[in-house]
């Protein structure tokens, strides 16, 4: 396929816009939170998001490129868009509302979601999958987070 900015920029802007409306919606502070081992500073999430939703943004592009039938693009989109909309809310439900026990069982369905999507993407088109693998790792990262500030804090 030959690159085309336009469907380029158009596939990181989802991802990214989707993450900053997130980020503008909630309130992400842990002032007052217990936190578990292996917590990073606070600067570290915003940037790695930045960086996930990118790779989210150029698998999807990559995913359009490859060599696979409508259908079967139309399904691991449709995925992609479902663990998009879950990613959304999480950060509303855990910083906003400090439902500590509904997030992560909410963060347990985008782990379900986000892995479905991966295999889905990297049995169409490898690079698309590869470049989703970071995003799942962190979300068990976050979802480990997530447990853990839920039992250090009720």
Known sequence: MKFQLNKFLIRLLIPLS???AAGLISSPSLEGVNMPPLSPPAIVFPLVWILL???MGISSYLL????ASYDDKKHALTLYGTQLAVNFF???LFFNFRLYL?????ILLLWALVFLTVVRFFSLCRPAGILLVP???WVTFAAYLNLAIFLLNR
């Open 18 to 20: 989707v993450g900053a």
């Open 53 to 55: 939703y990118t790779l």
């Open 64 to 67: 359009l490129g490859c060599d």
């Open 90 to 92: 999480w950060p509303i």
């Open 102 to 106: 509904l997030s992560f069982l909410w």
């Open 135 to 137: 995003y799942l790792l």
